[in-house]
């Protein structure tokens, strides 16, 4: 195993800061011994070329396999799936025919009612003008009856003044001829 740092270096550092030769011996033994334990652990989860590439081929061929069964559900499970799809389709299409059919159907109802009811609204208004017109000719027939007889009155209330004044004229008269 390669260190990645001086050890001599190290003491000699140590020696001038205050420690003994031995102590910094220790200090250093110490420190590669950790180092040690530190790069053992690492090492244990580190794998090697010659693994790696063992690891590889067991994945490619893997793969491979996993192709293999691509192609095979392709060629079995696809066309399954594909011909169901198609009935699908089929289904779906006389499906949509159906309900297009139906909506016509639909349409031309309401267009037949929508007609109707207009002929029922046109029949109506015609029977409200016709009585309007009926009403209209009755209140016009009153309005000239109404006429006629205002003037009959009239005429009435003309002779009556006429003849009420002519009889004043001929009281006064007599009371003139006899004062006179």
């Known amino acids: 195993r390669r260190l990645f740092f001086d050890t001599h270096a190290l003491v000699c550092l140590l020696e001038e800061n205050g420690f003994t030769t031995q102590q910094s011996e220790v200090?250093?033994?110490?420190?590669?011994?950790?180092?040690?334990?530190?790069?053992?652990?690492?090492?244990?989860?580190?794998?090697?070329?010659?693994?790696q590439e063992i690891a590889l081929q067991q994945v490619m061929s893997h793969i491979g396999g996993v192709k293999k069964d691509m192609i095979i559900l392709e060629k079995s499970e696809f066309s399954a799936l594909r011909s169901e799809n198609e009935k699908i389709k089929l289904e779906l299409q006389q499906i949509k025919k159906q309900v297009m059919d139906e909506i016509t159907?639909?349409?031309?109802?309401?267009?037949?009612?929508?007609?109707?009811?207009?002929?029922?609204?046109?029949?109506?208004?015609?029977?409200?003008?016709?009585?309007?017109t009926q009403t209209d000719r009755k209140i016009d027939t009153?309005?000239?009856?109404?006429?006629?007889?205002?003037?009959?009155?009239?005429?009435?209330?003309?002779?009556?003044?006429?003849?009420?004044?002519?009889?004043?004229?001929?009281?006064?008269?007599?009371?003139?001829r006899l004062w006179i």
């Open 105 to 132: 159907k639909v349409r031309a109802d309401n267009k037949l009612n929508l007609n109707l009811e207009k002929s029922r609204v046109k029949e109506l208004h015609a029977q409200q003008d016709r009585a309007l």
């Open 142 to 176: 009153e309005v000239a009856d109404l006429k006629t007889m205002l003037e009959s009155h009239k005429l009435d209330n003309i002779k009556y003044l006429a003849g009420s004044i002519f009889t004043c004229l001929t009281v006064a008269l007599g009371f003139y």
């Open 27 to 51: 200090i250093v033994s110490a420190l590669v011994k950790i180092m040690d334990t530190n790069l053992d652990m690492i090492y244990k989860d580190m794998v090697t070329k010659v693994q």
